[in-house]
């Protein structure tokens, strides 16, 4: 019984990246779908042919990666973006994570990464690599905290922000706190607009940023 392979498209306006990222997916398990050398290209791609995952570049001609991705993921939620860049800069990854996506790679990322990072996606995961982490961390170390208050969270929600920081689906979530599914879901959403994100990793990175999580301890509930 065949195995249903994961269909990648990449977007690189380098060709020599392009035939670099797609010599290292094997093709048993992986099928690349498309190829783009610019943001407006691997829009229209991804409409037509809808992969699982892009691999995403940011400076491209005509439209950028950033751009490209908050189009991406706002019309087609179920494509999961990651970006693939020489831009360590903080800037960069805040851009890329509010756009949507769910990993952040620099293109000296070794193929276990990328692999690791493609799998996390999949699974409704962040993923960075080790340097974008160290990045974070410090930009965040360095950030203004502003209080839960001033975005109105209630207990609860900050509750469930942590569990889903600590990657809880809402199933499990509902499990820990007694609820049911629907009503994380609801209150999900909820968080979403009381925090003006449209995503997972833009409540995670709320969360850091304002001392509600972090990633070395225990979530208590």
């Known amino acids: 019984m065949s195995t249903k392979k994961i269909r990648i ?21 992986y099928e690349v779908v498309g190829e783009a050398n610019n943001g407006i290209t691997i829009v ?8 699982d995952i892009i691999l995403m570049d940011i400076q491209m001609p005509k439209m950028d990666g950033i751009e490209a991705t908050k189009i991406i993921c706002h019309r087609f939620p179920s494509i999961k973006v990651i970006a693939l860049t020489m831009h360590w800069q903080n800037g960069y ?12 790679l620099l293109k000296t990322a070794l193929k276990h990464e990328i ?3 493609i799998q996390s996606a999949l699974k409704f995961k962040q993923y960075y690599c080790k340097t974008t982490t ?5 930009m965040l170390k360095n950030k ?39 009503t994380i879901d609801g209150t999900r959403l909820r968080i979403q607009q009381k925090l003006e994100v449209n995503s997972t990793a833009g409540i995670v990175k709320f969360a850091i940023e304002n001392g509600i999580y972090r990633s070395n301890n225990n979530t208590k509930v």
């Open 44 to 51: 229209d791609l991804a409409k037509q042919v809808m992969p």
């Open 93 to 104: 990854i805040t851009e890329m994570i509010d756009a949507g996506a769910s990993g952040y």
């Open 134 to 138: 160290s990045s974070l961390a410090q």
């Open 115 to 117: 692999i690791e990072a």
């Open 144 to 182: 203004n905290s502003k209080t839960k208050l001033a975005f109105n969270l209630s207990d609860i929600e900050i509750k469930i922000i942590k569990l889903i920081c600590d990657e809880y689906s809402s199933d499990s979530i509902g499990r820990l706190l007694f609820l049911s599914k629907r």
């Open 9 to 29: 498209a990449v977007a690189d306006d380098h060709q020599i990246c392009r035939d670099g990222l797609i010599s290292m997916l094997d093709p048993e398990q």
